[in-house]
């Protein structure tokens, strides 16, 4: 499995960016998907994601900011991105989890840099 994420750059306090993710290789049909950031020297923090019944979550701290959203038929994943605040810069990642036979594998792209800043 390969994830690409492409999207970030740097937007002012109040703007908005999306982020995108494309998953590649063989992956089996129960698989769970998400968006985390990390920001310098701090630890990696989820910040989105789809539960296995499709439903989705968003750290507190982005909900009705950041919508998630995915095209199954594209194998591609989004992160729309509004009201950035300076406390959103971070690298985000791309995240793809499947447990087939009970044992999980975790997959993670190479990230994309938000930088907010005016």
């Known amino acids: 499995v390969q994830l690409v994420e492409s999207g970030g750059g740097l937007v002012q306090p109040g703007g908005s960016l999306r982020l995108s993710c494309l998953a590649s290789?063989?992956?089996?049909?129960?698989?769970?998907m998400g968006w985390a950031r990390q920001e310098p020297g701090k630890g990696l923090e989820w910040v989105s994601g789809f539960y296995m019944n499709g439903s989705t979550y968003y750290t507190d701290s982005t909900k009705g900011r950041f919508t998630i959203s995915r095209d199954n038929a594209k194998n591609m994943m989004y992160l729309q991105m509004n009201s950035l605040k300076f406390e959103d810069t971070a690298v985000y990642y791309c995240?793809?989890?499947?447990?087939?036979?009970?044992?999980?594998?975790?997959?993670w792209g190479q990230g994309t840099q938000v930088t907010v800043s005016s």
């Open positions: 995240n793809l989890e499947q447990f087939p036979y009970g044992v999980r594998y975790a997959y």
């Open positions: 290789g063989f992956f089996f049909s129960d698989y769970v």
